[in-house]
């Protein structure tokens, strides 16, 4: 449930810490607000590994298709596929969201899982969530943890050019 200011809390850790916690030292990593985590970052994170997803899985059927992977293989391939797109759709998201790299990574995360999720609802078979699914859920958020573990890159401000100052240039005698 969120609490009544909307922000998330992902680790309930959060809520216990103080003003000189673990919490502040991280600089806001762990508690944001909504608007934060949903912003241009987030979503073009997810459209990253939305088409790497898909591209990925393209690969997959053709190679399956052709023979150049055996039919068991089909299921460590997806695991594959999937934990990469997550990787880099949270990496995407991270660099260009700015604070709070985890949220961002595991928003990312949560937006391939839903998909995947609506993918396996909307098919005719019925769901089997066993051993492959277990595996399928830890390749999607192991993915989204990898990408949050470097965290953003600092963007360094620019120095600012000196004007050059004339007066205080030594004179030289002309002969």
């Given at each position: ?13 959060a ?18 607000s909504w ?56 990496r ?53 943890l ?5 965290g953003a ?14 007066g ?8």
């Amino acid at each position: 449930m969120l609490p009544a200011g909307g922000v998330l809390f992902l680790p309930d850790i959060a809520a216990h810490t103080s003003r000189i916690g673990w919490n502040t030292a991280y600089a806001g990593g762990i508690v944001m607000s909504w608007r934060q985590l949903i912003n241009g970052g987030t979503w073009s994170g997810a459209a990253v590994a939305a088409a790497l997803l898909l591209a990925g899985m393209g690969v997959e059927a053709l190679m399956l298709l052709r023979g150049m992977a055996p039919e068991s293989a089909a299921g460590p391939l997806l695991w594959v596929v999937s934990a990469l797109a997550c990787f880099c759709g949270g990496r995407v998201a991270v660099r260009r969201g700015g604070d709070g790299a985890l949220p961002r990574a595991l928003a990312v995360s949560a937006c391939v899982y839903g998909a995947l999720w609506l993918t396996a609802l909307t098919g005719e078979s019925p769901v089997r969530f066993g051993p492959d699914g277990i595996a399928q859920t830890c390749a999607v958020w192991g993915g989204g943890l990898l990408a949050a573990i470097p965290g953003a890159k600092r963007k360094r401000k620019k120095t600012q050019k000196r004007p050059r100052q004339g007066g205080n240039r030594r004179k030289r005698a002309v002969t």
